[in-house]
C-alpha cells in the first residue's frame, strides 16, 4: 500500500512539473525523498558551524537502515550542497566521506541510527569566514539556500 501511495505522489509531482525544491509549511521538500527541516532558506548562518536538519523518513513514510532486503524506497546516500544566487557558486558539504578535523561529513544516513531527522554539524572552511559584507562575495553571509540531493 505504501508503494502505490508513494507512486501516486510521484506521478501527481511529476504531473504538477514540480521538478525542484518546494518550500511547504517551512520544510524545504527535496528533488529526492529527504527533507531538509532547517535552516530556512535566506537565513543568516553564523558561528563556526552550519547546523542543518534532514528528515530521511518523508514525512513517516519510509524506513530507517537497516533496509529489509525487499524494501519498496531506500535511501542509499544523501549529498548535501551550498548554493549561492550572489556569487552563483555551489558547495558540496556532504558527500558521504569524512575527513580531518570535521571540515566534511561521513555517511549521513549512519548517523543517529535511531532518528528519523539527521542532524548535520558542518565546520565552516576558512575561505568562507565572514560576516556577509565581504566585496569579494567569498563570506557566508552570501550562501543562502542549502540543498539535499538523495539516491534512492
Known amino acids: ?18 521538478y525542484s525544491q518546494e ?10 525523498i529527504a527533507i531538509v527541516d532547517a535552516p530556512q ?3 543568516p548562518l553564523g558561528g563556526d558551524f552550519l547546523q542543518a536538519a534532514l528528515d ?3 514525512d513517516g513514510q519510509l524506513q530507517l537502515p537497516p533496509y529489509p532486503k525487499n524494501a ?21 558539504i556532504s558527500n558521504g566521506t569524512a575527513t580531518a578535523g570535521n571540515a566534511s561529513l561521513g555517511e549521513i544516513m549512519a548517523q543517529e541510527p535511531s532518528s528519523t531527522v539527521k542532524h ?10 565572514g560576516d556577509g559584507t ?3 562575495n567569498t563570506s557566508r553571509g552570501h ?3 542549502l540543498s539535499a540531493k538523495t539516491f534512492d
Open 41 to 43: 532558506p535566506n537565513t
Open 72 to 92: 519498496v524506497s531506500e535511501i542509499y546516500n544523501i549529498t548535501m550542497f551550498l548554493s549561492s544566487y550572489t556569487t552563483g557558486k555551489n558547495f558540496t
Open 120 to 129: 548535520v554539524n558542518w565546520v565552516w572552511p576558512d575561505c568562507l569566514v
Open 143 to 145: 550562501i543562502i539556500f
Open 23 to 32: 518550500i511547504v509549511n517551512g520544510q524545504i521538500y527535496t528533488p529526492g
Open 56 to 58: 530521511v523518513s518523508s
Open 134 to 136: 565581504s566585496d569579494k
Open 1 to 18: 500500500m505504501a508503494a502505490l501511495q508513494f507512486i501516486i505522489l510521484f506521478a501527481f509531482l511529476y504531473t504538477q512539473g514540480i
